[in-house]
């Protein structure tokens, strides 16, 4: 049976990949239920561009994901570190792979520095977070695929995948 693919990130299927080096997997029952409906397609941009594990925490400073792509606002780790680059890197490398395989929906991991897709940390290493989007979910968005996080994926379970 032909299933949609569906870009998720891989911290949420409970893959070891964050800057703490643990993952953050989502209750079994809602992952069986995923893989039952879609063709899951891992990515972790911040891994396949490279950047080790675990890594010092990032976080967006002076705008979003966007500005990071358009230039205007860098990801600088809590050690000071920009690590604009990666993040650009792992965020085309998940749109390569979006493109490769046809897919045009993805749920990724909320208020990350390239997965958020509604809100970010602030940049200031406080705790708080702000609205924009991470670099991976903003370069997504941008070309047309949709993103949702973990905490608003009723649709795609309610949403019959279509043939
Ligand atoms: S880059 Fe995305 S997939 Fe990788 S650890 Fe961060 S939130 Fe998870």
Redesign the pocket.
């Known amino acids: 049976m032909y299933k949609q693919p569906l870009l998720v ?4 299927l409970g ?1 070891p ?3 703490d080096g643990h ?2 997997a989502m209750p079994s029952p809602l992952l069986f239920e995923l893989a039952r409906r879609y063709q899951l397609l891992s ?5 396949q561009a490279g950047l080790p ?1 675990p890594r010092p925490a990032a976080e967006i400073s002076g705008g979003d994901g966007g500005d990071v792509l358009d230039g205007r606002a860098r990801v600088i780790t809590q050690t000071g570190q920009d690590v604009s680059r990666a993040f650009i890197d ?1 965020a085309r490398q998940a749109l390569d792979s979006a493109i490769r395989h046809g897919c045009r929906q993805a749920l ?2 909320a208020n ?5 897709n509604r809100q970010i940390h602030s940049g200031h290493f406080d705790q708080q977070l702000q609205p924009g989007s ?1 670099v ?1 979910a903003s370069l997504l968005q941008r070309q047309g695929t949709s993103v949702c996080n973990e905490n608003e994926m009723e649709g795609l379970l309610i949403t019959k995948p279509q043939p």
């Not at 990130?9 to 949420?12: E, R």
């Open positions: 990130s891989a911290c949420l893959q990949v964050r800057y993952g953050k990515i972790c941009p911040e891994c594990t792992g990724l991991k990350s520095p390239s997965c958020g991470g991976t």
